[in-house]
């Protein structure tokens, strides 16, 4: 059955850098969306991408964050100047009409 | 935005036990889904389920679109079912609400 894949699982940054976070949605797919986990908290929705475009974004999703789809396959989240509270569960998701389909997530550690 | 309200918050069980987790959202939904989060924080998919019942194993799901909720039920179950359980929902917008959880645990 084909997967979202996300790398890397585990991401270790100084604060104060930029890191990406990478995924590869299911190939037939044409929405695809970021969502962050801060431990031991329910899932929050950041961001929907559909057709090279952004199509919702939630409060969190602030100028620090941006997505890229940089070729056919990959779907990257940006975090610029990384906080301490950035640190959490990213979660890539992907789905055409009905479930989304999520990967198996990175952990960002912001040291 | 649309709410999201997970019973019981918490639930320790002893292994052969069955279970039913309910989630009440606060608008009509284009879809609901059902995840379990294992241990390593990986998010499984249960069940797509925004109306009608579906049956997957020991584990099956009610969604009553009308009165706005969705039961999770868990038969004969196994320390393996341990983990948090989440419902989400997606109402007119794209990305999923998620609710708080509930957070099962299977006592051998």
């Known amino acids: 059955e084909p997967e979202v894949t996300q790398t890397p699982s585990h991401q270790v940054t100084q604060m104060g850098q930029e890191v990406i976070l990478r995924c590869v949605p299911i190939s037939n797919h044409l929405y695809f969306y970021w969502y962050r986990q801060i431990l031991g908290q329910k899932v929050e929705f950041l961001v929907s991408f559909y057709n090279n475009e952004i199509s919702e974004k939630s409060e969190i999703f602030d100028d620090q964050f941006s997505v890229e789809r940089p070729d056919g396959s990959n779907f990257t989240l940006k975090i610029r100047s990384t906080k301490l509270e950035d640190s959490a569960m990213y979660f890539c998701?992907?789905?055409?009409?009905?479930?989304?389909?999520f990967g198996d997530g990175t952990r960002l550690s912001i040291l | 935005g649309i709410q999201v309200e997970q019973s019981p918050p918490d639930l320790i069980l002893q292994e052969g036990a069955n279970s039913t987790l309910r989630c009440n959202f606060s608008d009509s939904v284009n879809n609901l889904q059902w995840f379990h989060q294992n241990p390593w924080g990986q998010l499984i998919n249960l069940f797509y389920?925004?109306?009608g019942t579906k049956q997957n194993g020991r584990l099956s799901a009610t969604t009553v679109a009308t009165e706005r909720y969705s039961l999770l039920y868990i038969s004969s179950s196994q320390t393996t079912d341990s983990g948090v359980y989440f419902c989400?929902?997606?109402?007119?917008?794209?990305?999923?609400?998620f609710g708080k959880g509930t957070h099962l645990i299977i006592q051998p």
């Open positions: 389920i925004p109306s």
């Open positions: 998701a992907s789905s055409e009409v009905g479930p989304q389909h």
């Open positions: 989400a929902v997606e109402g007119g917008a794209d990305g999923l609400t």
